[in-house]
């Protein structure tokens, strides 16, 4: 047995305890996308329109992306603990002052500014602390706590849809502030950089040893043609998402087997995640980038395939591979980051890479809205879906730095 398996990756219990603490921050961060169970409330209550109560999501993105570049800086100057504490108290004041909320500015400043940056610092710092345990492992971790993420959004969402039955819209918000405040601020207790001597030593899994400062990774190509795939891969994830309801509805008029579908997708973007992850690192980033994006176009063919000739299975089929492969999108990212740039500025590293959604947003589910407002069919939009996954492809292969798994060492 080689030096490189003695004191290569060991989940002990030490780092078993800090995995779990993390994918538990992950769960209560998820609540971000539990927005949509508030437009109806809101808009019955204010009379408020569905283009401004969307706004106030696309704020929260917009704001989620600043938090992250924030929590970079943050880092340099404090501790992983006193960052997630201030994410809490972020969380916590956006959720409290949203529920005295009596104008469309002050929704927009309480919940798309203050909660949403709150989200994004936690997001990143927790993320780019967890990494360091592992830096052999980073797309099965990052695969882990992105499930997480997600599953997050699914519980919350139905959790404040159960309460705001019963107490209101204000009452849910408060609600939730205390609960979400209160424990990522129990999780940032536990949150801690790993020191010399609990980590892997093995650090010969990239082909440049080197860790990138921010400049020096703005100044490399790779960065650019990864970002333009990230964007790309993103927008086309969140349009299948966004529209799997409606798009089901259009080809089999059943709302119920149409909210099923959007489950199934769901569900296979958390599989998604946690799958590819574990193959990033075993296989290496240029192998499974290329399978994530041909999966993305096979998932988007399917669907228009669907559309054509009316099929169930194609449908069904099309939406796991495409909820599959979106969320194996999400989980390479802070892995090839972390491998290719380097830990030692990860957190500003990943906080710049991850103003990515902020165009994804546009270029997919805005843009993808537009063209069907304008002709009214699926199978048009899902074609410009398909245009994105090209795109996405000539980025991929424009990539120059990879991530190349260490040799494994022989048995004998």
Same mark, same amino acid.
């Given at each position: 047995?080689?030096?490189?398996?003695?004191?290569?990756?060991?989940?002990?219990?030490?780092?078993?305890?800090?995995?779990?603490?993390?994918?538990?921050?992950?769960?209560?961060?998820?609540?971000?996308?539990?927005?949509?169970?508030?437009?109806?409330?809101?808009? @019955?209550?204010?009379?408020?329109?569905?283009?401004?109560?969307?706004?106030?999501?696309?704020?929260?993105?917009?704001?989620?992306?600043?938090?992250?570049?924030?929590?970079?800086?943050?880092?340099?100057?404090?501790?992983?603990?006193?960052?997630?504490?201030?994410?809490? @108290?972020?969380?916590?004041?956006?959720?409290?002052?949203?529920?005295?909320?009596?104008?469309?500015? =002050?929704?927009?400043?309480?919940?798309?500014?203050?909660?949403?940056?709150?989200?994004?610092?936690?997001?990143?710092?927790?993320?780019?602390?967890?990494?360091?345990?592992?830096?052999?492992?980073?797309?099965?971790?990052?695969?882990?706590?992105?499930?997480?993420?997600?599953?997050?959004?699914?519980?919350?969402?139905?959790?404040?849809?159960?309460?705001?039955?019963?107490?209101?819209?204000?009452?849910?918000?408060?609600?939730?502030?205390?609960?979400?405040?209160?424990?990522?601020?129990?999780?940032?207790?536990?949150?801690?950089?790993?020191?010399?001597?609990?980590?892997?030593?093995?650090?010969?899994?990239?082909?440049?040893?080197?860790?990138?400062?921010?400049? =020096?990774?703005?100044?490399?190509?790779?960065?650019?043609?990864?970002?333009?795939?990230?964007?790309?891969?993103?927008?086309?994830?969140?349009?299948?998402?966004?529209?799997?309801?409606?798009?089901?509805?259009?080809?089999?008029?059943?709302?119920?087997?149409?909210?099923?579908?959007?489950?199934?997708?769901?569900?296979?973007?958390?599989?998604?995640?946690?799958?590819?992850?574990?193959?990033?690192?075993?296989?290496?980033?240029?192998?499974?980038?290329?399978?994530?994006?041909?999966?993305?176009?096979?998932?988007?063919?399917?669907?228009?395939?669907?559309?054509?000739?009316?099929?169930?299975?194609?449908?069904?089929?099309?939406?796991?591979?495409?909820?599959?492969?979106?969320?194996?999108?999400?989980?390479?990212?802070?892995?090839?980051?972390?491998?290719?740039?380097?830990?030692?500025?990860?957190?500003?590293?990943?906080?710049?890479?991850?103003?990515?959604?902020?165009?994804?947003?546009?270029?997919?589910?805005?843009?993808?809205?537009?063209?069907?407002?304008?002709?009214?069919?699926?199978?048009?939009?899902?074609?410009?879906?398909?245009?994105?996954?090209?795109?996405?492809?000539?980025?991929?292969?424009?990539?120059?730095?990879?991530?190349?798994?260490?040799?494994?060492?022989?048995?004998?």
């Amino acid at each position: 047995m080689c030096d490189d398996e003695v004191k290569g990756f060991n989940l002990n219990k030490i780092s078993k305890f800090y995995v779990v603490n993390a994918f538990v921050g992950f769960l209560l961060l998820g609540s971000f996308f539990a927005w949509s169970v508030f437009v109806s409330p809101l808009e @019955a209550d204010f009379g408020w329109t569905r283009s401004q109560t969307s706004l106030n999501f696309s704020i929260s993105i917009v704001t989620f992306s600043l938090g992250g570049l924030a929590a970079g800086g943050l880092l340099k100057t404090k501790t992983p603990r006193q960052v997630t504490f201030f994410s809490a @108290a972020c969380i916590l004041a956006g959720f409290i002052l949203s529920s005295r909320t009596q104008t469309l500015l =002050e929704l927009y400043l309480f919940y798309g500014v203050l909660f949403g940056f709150g989200v994004g610092v936690g997001y990143t710092v927790l993320i780019s602390t967890i990494l360091q345990w592992f830096p052999e492992r980073q797309g099965f971790i990052s695969g882990i706590l992105l499930m997480g993420y997600g599953l997050g959004g699914s519980f919350f969402g139905n959790a404040a849809f159960s309460i705001m039955n019963a107490f209101g819209w204000r009452n849910t918000f408060t609600a939730l502030g205390l609960i979400l405040g209160g424990a990522i601020f129990l999780v940032g207790l536990n949150v801690k950089r790993p020191s010399s001597g609990q980590i892997s030593r093995n650090t010969n899994a990239l082909k440049s040893e080197s860790d990138y400062r921010p400049g =020096e990774m703005l100044h490399d190509w790779t960065f650019y043609a990864f970002y333009v795939r990230h964007v790309t891969a993103i927008a086309v994830g969140l349009s299948i998402l966004g529209n799997a309801a409606p798009f089901a509805n259009s080809v089999f008029r059943d709302p119920m087997l149409a909210a099923a579908i959007g489950g199934l997708a769901s569900i296979f973007n958390g599989l998604g995640r946690v799958t590819v992850g574990f193959i990033f690192d075993k296989i290496g980033s240029r192998k499974t980038l290329l399978i994530c994006t041909g999966g993305m176009f096979l998932g988007v063919l399917l669907l228009i395939s669907a559309a054509i000739s009316n099929s169930v299975i194609l449908l069904v089929t099309g939406y796991a591979a495409g909820g599959f492969f979106y969320g194996s999108n999400v989980a390479c990212a802070p892995g090839f980051v972390g491998k290719v740039y380097g830990l030692r500025d990860f957190a500003v590293n990943y906080g710049i890479f991850n103003t990515g959604p902020i165009f994804s947003s546009f270029v997919g589910p805005y843009a993808l809205g537009i063209l069907f407002t304008w002709t009214g069919s699926y199978v048009i939009t899902h074609i410009m879906l398909l245009g994105l996954c090209c795109v996405g492809f000539a980025a991929n292969v424009s990539i120059k730095k990879h991530y190349v798994p260490p040799a494994r060492c022989s048995s004998n």
